[in-house]
């Protein structure tokens, strides 16, 4: 097996996921998970197993253009999608993602259920809420005790 490395430093090899597979698989996972899917519902569009999804996902085995293609159509979105930067995909008065928290299997959950809430006043209340209890109990930075 080659190793090569990049204009950035990188080494990558021709047969194994470098960080770039392991993003979009991330990413791909939060959009089958918004939408609802299951690896198996994903798999079937894509003509591939539900095995092969969750290795996609895992970001174990790359994704061929041509299947990203059929996967992005499946999910509703470009597959320029997966290529753009975390800012780019978020509104322009959002502030930008530290590593992309979303793609945290909690935050999901959270983003998945609140999405799929048609009353707009109950959105809001949850909304109001969440902001609400991160005020009052904040993450703590790495090394700081937030005990009380």
């Given at each position: 097996m080659v190793a090569r490395?990049?204009?950035t430093?990188?080494?990558?090899s021709a047969?194994?996921?470098d960080?770039?597979?392991r993003r979009i698989g991330k990413l791909l996972r939060a959009l089958r998970l918004l939408r609802?899917?299951?690896q198996g519902e994903l798999g079937g569009y894509a003509g591939v197993s539900f095995q092969q999804i969750q290795k996609y996902e895992q970001g174990i085995n790359r994704i061929g253009a041509g299947r990203l293609k059929i996967?992005?159509?499946a999910l509703g979105v470009p597959a320029t999608?997966?290529?753009t930067e975390p800012a780019d995909r978020m509104s322009a008065n959002a502030d930008p993602p530290q590593d992309e928290p979303l793609l945290e299997k909690k935050n999901l959950?959270?983003?998945a259920a609140f999405y799929h809430i048609a009353e707009e006043p109950v959105r809001d209340a949850l909304l109001d809420l969440v902001e609400n209890a991160a005020r009052r109990f904040p993450k703590a930075e790495r090394g700081e005790d937030t005990r009380r």
């Open positions: 490395r990049t204009l430093g990188h080494t990558v047969k194994r996921p960080p770039e597979d609802r899917m299951t996967l992005s159509a999608h997966f290529f959950r959270m983003l």
